[in-house]
């Protein structure tokens, strides 16, 4: 459990592939079969992309929408071969069209999907104006992608260096759900600032919440900061108010599926609750998210549609029945942290305080100030 | 789904047989094998019970309660076997003080055990000034030990009746781990309110948090009251605060593992969270107990001894991993929820309002009177 004392930054986290893109097929890290063991699925078309995110063999916002990028990419090739020399700019766009339409009906709450998706179909029709062969469009797209994933880490580096000053030498930081390496393009968001800490020289220790139904908690969180050797325990997540209540929780730091034009934070359910509690016991409660997290279109928390799963994945466990048959399950993947209880938004471009409405349109603005 | 609008009390819980004493052995309803079988374990000596309850295959403040007592009966009869014609009131008295102290060293958090232990070693001590025999002796341990377990079944419906006048038609209530017929001799408390409230013809929906990692609010709450026709949604623990938020919940009921002389309330984790959610939400947060659950020696929840569970119960489901290798797992079986949070304590001899201390001291006093 103990560790060099300052890892470089760059090798924290470097263990960890997501996802990979070789020009022939996505290359996702199987996270239903964390952390027992480390399989890769290679989804060689766009339909097999929407089935691992359903099916979450990848999760998070950012990875999500990394991957739906590459999805796009592969439906693009599909359809240059099934068009072969009948391919056209205008035909791909509209091919590209469809795909969308199936990758954003995959999962409704986090916005990073639908804000990937549309920055590619935004180039697609760009390039399309001009000379450009379907083929050289299809190229730009896969650098567009690529572009996306290794911006993603480079902010999540930046993200963590802003929020690592929030934190002290000796903290014992409580996280839930995965925020991580494992959620992102790489190094994480939550996780991101501990590692961040961490690489500062500071000493951290990771409280996570297991995260029921899914376990991220237990399975993903755990598993990527062990690697790192960053010191981690795993706790039930009705166990947060305890370890809280004995004083052994210095800050709260979770990442976010969507945050509203007004600072209301969608994230993994449970975050809400332990916003709360961490309210109730005076500790500071940090959300961790990049720009493309924001969404100035959705005003508030009460607009942003919560995903309900299925019940099994709630009332069965390993193959094993957990809850008698014939009972009613409740299943929402998210809740809603309301703006009044974030003492700080972590960001790539600093880190936000309340009140967060201009703040927020200050970070968009000026992210897409340097997209161009 | 549906139920008759009135049952009769007496129905309720009725198909629910937590322990039951045969003369020979002490039959438990297997909890660990719940819902998926109904498989029944005979306990033919009283190590057989402490494992039991090591192993929580009976469990619930109240239940293991009366299972140690049945547990020393068994030890009697042992001794007795043993001793033969050698066997003394004197010599089964000793015996017992042995088998009491592996009794009271199973679980140390719920002090019903210690109530019921001590109980009939005061039996044992005040009848062995006498002229009976030893199997006389042991014939009155068992009439004890029988009146115990009829005298919880009665008291939690008296609790019941007193605990329903709080809740209204229509209510959904909100309760965590299992208080119900399964962790006592009968019908339950936390579940016993709700019991006397539906028999009283008021309509209760109830949403039960799943309660990891023993998961019995998943895996017993949900089977009992699904059995007795009343409407149960199990959650995850992480949703509780979720579905205050949305206004669906208008109450929460626990039961206590020990209530300290000035109302702290130990009971199983998480349920001190649930306190904190149900004051942020201007919710009523209810204990439902006996006065065999208050300890008056325990002048405050510091006091209360937590019990620390094995990691294995939080790592692994059904065979599986879920968590890696190599961290550190908390497993706290209880917390203390203090005083300041509890809206009431329902009791079998009333509904009891803060300040609890002078309360408190009286119900046991009253208690201790009506025993003699």
New interface residues.
Partial sequence: ?SSPRVPPANSLAAGVKTLEFTGEVLRLLDQTKL??AEVYLDCRTSAEVALAITEMKVRGAPAIGVAAAYGLVLGGQAYLAMAGRDASCVGLLHHLEQVAASLLATRPTAVNLGWAVKRMLRTTRRLCTGDQTPADLLGALRSEAEAMQRDDVAMNKRLGDHGAALLHHGDTVLT?CNAGALATAGYGTALGVIRSAVAAGKQITV?V?????Y?QG??LT??EL?KDHI?????????????M?QGRISAVIVGADRIAANGDVANK??T??LA??A??HGLPFYVAAPSSTVDLDTPNGEAIPIEERPPHE??H????????E???????AF??TPAAYVTAIITEAGVLRPPYEEALRGLVAGAARRAG
Same sequence: chains 1, 2.
């Fill in positions: 459990m952390p027992v839930h409280f919440d297991e995260t029921r139904p376990l237990a399975r755990a598993w062990h010191p981690v325990t795993v706790i039930a997540d009705n166990m947060a108010g305890y370890v209540q359910i449970g809400y609750s709360l509690l309210r109730a709630l009332s466990l390993a193959g094993q029945r957990l809850a008698p014939g009972i009613t399950i409740v299943n929402p809740d809603v």
